[in-house]
């Protein structure tokens, strides 16, 4: 099992920059993908972008050239680089890991992140 704590959600104006981050409170390495999903008020969750452990990367059209994702395995951390926002990012971001041997899905709680225009 796993614990996962997002964090680096805020208020930024449109253009800006904001970098999350998820920490893990055990050995990211048998966690694949791991992923940030966001989830606009009223509606489902959505795919942002994943990683794999290889360093394989996936990304949503609407943010690709804009974020990147990252995976820190010796610090047990993923991390979302969201660059040129804008205000339709809005959302709460949540960070995923799949358990490699489960299937299973653990969710963090969720980070804030808000750009105004």
């Known amino acids: 099992q796993v614990h996962l704590v997002e964090s680096g959600g805020g208020l930024v104006q449109a253009g800006g920059s904001l970098r999350l981050s998820c920490a893990a409170s055990?050995?990211?390495?048998?966690?694949?993908?791991m992923g940030w999903y966001r989830q606009p008020p009223g509606k489902q969750r959505e795919f942002v972008a994943s990683?794999?452990?290889?360093?394989?990367?996936n990304y949503a059209d609407s943010v690709k050239g804009r974020f990147t994702i990252s995976r820190d395995n010796a610090k047990n951390t993923l991390y979302l680089q969201m660059n040129s926002l804008k205000p339709e990012d809005t959302d709460v971001y949540y960070c995923?890991?799949?358990?490699?041997?489960?299937?299973?899905?653990?969710w963090g709680q969720g980070t804030q992140v808000t750009v105004s225009s």
């Open positions: 055990a050995s990211i390495f048998d966690f694949n993908p």
């Open positions: 995923a890991a799949t358990d490699v041997y489960t299937d299973y899905i653990y």
């Open positions: 990683v794999m452990s290889d360093g394989r990367t």
